[in-house]
């Protein structure tokens, strides 16, 4: 079988393969699964979300169980430069989930695993596959049991292994912490090729590597995700501020009330342009077509830039109308928004969920989302926010990204360290990501333009010497990389890599090691 695969790895060698190259390796693999050849730089295993990269992989791979992982990844061990990358539903931005002339694995076509699982002391576990999407996941939980996992992202068409080996945050974060907070067990296929169960208490290292670690460290194939009790309806409020100021203590506010019955069930925030351009400007903050902005009621001293709080509040069918009204009036008492600039919406759980779903069948209807997305998404540190804003929300970012300016507050504390998520040092630091679309049919800067000024912002925070760090990072240098995780982190991620993929046969994409060649 390696002789075989041989023939594929050399360079410039496209001209030798035979025209059975698929079949011949399917049937030298052994697969449950199947192995599919690529066509070219627009085939779905060769670009991601991102539309700005496009590298052809040998081929794409639909298994049908762990099994399969792990004998694609034992032959690319035993190969002379192979390399493997799993592929979710292929929302990354910058080709993390590439292989150039490697393996690339749908993680979608895995083995539906799915079941709940009561332990003893009266939690409730789902136990899912790693190319499962969360609104899966979310649909069965809450139709069939009544029960949700605790900690979500804003797009749910992402697989939970894509989400695990990154974080997973969203309006739920604050309380629960990310989604790598929220998992008790995995399944993982090192860069071995070995299949292990792995917890806290069980191969340990490999269960807090692979939880943030980019999948550097192995593919996660099963998951076990903590549930909760899944309420019927939400009450969705976003609040408008003029201030950066009002905002971020408002919202600091809000994070750090951790009694449930005292706070929101959701804190999220976003900033906006103060026009009337109804991608990032005021048309995009209503919940509800019939409601208005309306910019008279903004004070005179109100800027070119805006601030809105998103919040949501959990309740039952059975609930009264009025003690939902008086719970929500008392938790918003105190806050400095704008007081006439308030919306809200009554909704149930599953379409508050799903919200973003709506997004996307309007995006892809009109065109935006195929087209490229040079999309930044860091953490700051609440020391470095308030710079932050001024420099580069205000200064930069004046005209709008196009998207969402997605900006708040979350806490160190409800992460897990052990973890391989790199964070900054603050108890409190804010996620921002700009959520840029390029729409071919807008005049506007082009993507290349939009990538600079990404490198920009990144450039103004290091050189500010801010405490700050990239989620979702993507570096073209180790040195980079380095910097990212600090010395300690760096030097934890190596050892890491060093035990379950000594080749570097995972996640080529993420370019943080190169390939070892067999001698």
Same mark, same amino acid.
């Given at each position: +079988?390696?002789?075989?695969?041989?023939?594929?790895?050399?360079?410039?060698?496209?001209?030798?393969?035979?025209?059975?190259?698929?079949?011949?390796?399917?049937?030298?693999?052994?697969?449950?699964?199947?192995?599919?050849?690529?066509?070219?730089?627009?085939?779905?295993?060769?670009?991601?979300?991102?539309?700005?990269?496009?590298?052809?992989?040998?081929?794409?791979?639909?298994?049908?169980?762990?099994?399969?992982?792990?004998?694609?990844?034992?032959?690319?061990?035993?190969?002379?430069?192979?390399?493997?990358?799993?592929?979710?539903?292929?929302?990354?931005?910058? /080709?993390?989930?590439?292989?150039?002339?490697?393996?690339?694995?749908?993680?979608?076509?895995?083995?539906?695993?799915?079941?709940?699982?009561?332990?003893?002391?009266?939690?409730?576990?789902?136990?899912?596959? /790693?190319?499962?999407?969360?609104?899966?996941?979310?649909?069965?939980?809450?139709?069939?049991?009544?029960?949700?996992?605790?900690?979500?992202?804003?797009?749910?068409?992402?697989?939970?292994?894509?989400?695990?080996?990154?974080? /997973?945050?969203?309006?739920?974060?604050?309380?629960?912490?990310?989604?790598?907070?929220?998992?008790?067990?995995?399944?993982?296929?090192? $860069?071995?090729?070995?299949?292990?169960?792995?917890?806290?208490?069980?191969?340990?290292?490999?269960?807090?590597?692979?939880?943030? $670690?980019?999948?550097?460290?192995?593919?996660?194939?099963?998951?076990?995700?903590?549930?909760?009790?899944?309420?019927?309806?939400?009450?969705?409020?976003?609040?408008?501020?003029?201030?950066?100021?009002?905002?971020?203590? %408002?919202?600091?506010?809000?994070?750090?009330?951790?009694?449930?019955?005292?706070?929101?069930?959701?804190?999220?925030?976003?900033?906006?342009?103060?026009?009337?351009?109804?991608?990032?400007?005021?048309?995009?903050?209503?919940?509800?077509? %019939?409601?208005?902005?309306?910019?008279?009621?903004?004070?005179?001293?109100?800027?070119?830039?805006?601030?809105?709080?998103?919040?949501?509040?959990?309740?039952?069918?059975?609930?009264?109308?009025?003690?939902?009204?008086?719970?929500?009036?008392?938790?918003? $008492?105190?806050?400095?928004?704008?007081?006439?600039?308030?919306?809200?919406?009554?909704?149930?759980?599953?379409?508050?969920?799903?919200?973003?779903?709506?997004?996307?069948?309007?995006? *892809?209807?009109?065109?935006?989302?195929?087209?490229?997305?040079?999309?930044?998404?860091?953490?700051?540190?609440?020391?470095?926010?308030?710079?932050?804003?001024?420099?580069?929300?205000?200064?930069?970012?004046?005209?709008?990204?196009?998207?969402?300016?997605?900006?708040?507050?979350?806490?160190?504390?409800?992460?897990?360290?052990?973890?391989?998520?790199?964070?900054? *040092?603050?108890?409190?630091?804010?996620?921002?990501?700009?959520?840029?679309?390029?729409?071919?049919?807008?005049?506007?800067?082009?993507?290349?333009?939009?990538?600079?000024?990404?490198?920009?912002?990144?450039?103004?925070?290091?050189?500010?010497?801010?405490?700050?760090?990239?989620?979702?990072?993507?570096?073209?240098?180790? %040195?980079?990389?380095?910097?990212?995780?600090?010395? %300690?982190?760096?030097?934890?991620?190596?050892?890491?890599?060093?035990?379950?993929?000594? +080749?570097?046969?995972?996640?080529?994409?993420?370019?943080?090691?190169?390939?070892?060649?067999?001698?």
């Amino acid at each position: +079988m390696i002789a075989y695969l041989e023939c594929f790895v050399h360079e410039n060698d496209t001209e030798s393969r035979p025209d059975d190259d698929v079949s011949s390796l399917s049937e030298a693999l052994d697969l449950q699964g199947s192995i599919h050849d690529c066509e070219g730089p627009t085939d779905e295993a060769s670009r991601d979300f991102g539309g700005m990269n496009s590298l052809v992989p040998l081929a794409f791979i639909r298994l049908s169980a762990a099994d399969d992982v792990a004998r694609v990844v034992k032959a690319a061990v035993r190969s002379s430069n192979l390399t493997v990358a799993a592929r979710g539903n292929g929302h990354s931005i910058n /080709g993390q989930a590439m292989a150039d002339r490697g393996l690339v694995l749908d993680m979608r076509s895995l083995d539906d695993h799915f079941r709940v699982v009561r332990a003893n002391n009266g939690s409730v576990y789902a136990d899912v596959s /790693g190319g499962a999407l969360w609104e899966d996941v979310l649909t069965r939980c809450v139709s069939e049991y009544r029960m949700a996992p605790r900690s979500w992202t804003d797009y749910l068409s992402l697989t939970v292994g894509g989400t695990l080996s990154n974080a /997973g945050v969203s309006g739920q974060a604050f309380r629960y912490g990310p989604q790598t907070s929220n998992v008790t067990e995995l399944q993982v296929v090192t $860069g071995k090729g070995e299949i292990f169960n792995c917890s806290e208490t069980e191969n340990s290292e490999l269960f807090f590597g692979a939880l943030g $670690g980019l999948g550097q460290f192995g593919i996660i194939t099963r998951a076990r995700v903590l549930l909760q009790p899944a309420p019927d309806m939400v009450r969705w409020i976003r609040l408008v501020y003029t201030e950066f100021e009002d905002f971020t203590r %408002d919202a600091e506010l809000l994070v750090t009330r951790q009694d449930e019955d005292d706070s929101f069930d959701y804190v999220e925030g976003f900033a906006f342009v103060n026009s009337d351009n109804p991608a990032d400007g005021r048309p995009s903050v209503p919940l509800d077509r %019939d409601q208005f902005f309306d910019p008279t009621h903004l004070p005179r001293t109100a800027g070119s830039m805006l601030y809105c709080l998103e919040l949501a509040r959990h309740y039952r069918n059975t609930d009264d109308p009025s003690i939902v009204d008086m719970g929500v009036n008392r938790l918003l $008492g105190g806050l400095g928004f704008v007081e006439r600039l308030k919306f809200q919406v009554d909704l149930s759980y599953l379409d508050f969920l799903l919200r973003v779903k709506r997004a996307e069948e309007h995006a *892809k209807a009109n065109g935006i989302w195929d087209a490229p997305h040079p999309w930044l998404n860091l953490f700051v540190s609440k020391s470095d926010i308030a710079d932050f804003d001024r420099t580069v929300i205000k200064k930069i970012l004046k005209d709008g990204i196009g998207g969402p300016m997605l900006v708040y507050p979350l806490l160190r504390s409800k992460w897990d360290t052990r973890t391989s998520v790199a964070l900054p *040092k603050s108890e409190i630091f804010y996620i921002v990501a700009l959520l840029r679309f390029t729409p071919p049919y807008l005049e506007g800067p082009s993507f290349e333009n939009l990538v600079a000024q990404n490198k920009e912002i990144i450039q103004y925070c290091t050189k500010k010497g801010f405490d700050f760090k990239l989620y979702l990072p993507h570096y073209r240098s180790q %040195d980079d990389w380095k910097r990212h995780f600090g010395n %300690d982190g760096w030097s934890r991620f190596v050892e890491r890599k060093t035990c379950f993929d000594p +080749m570097a046969i995972l996640a080529p994409g993420q370019k943080i090691f190169p390939r070892v060649s067999q001698p």
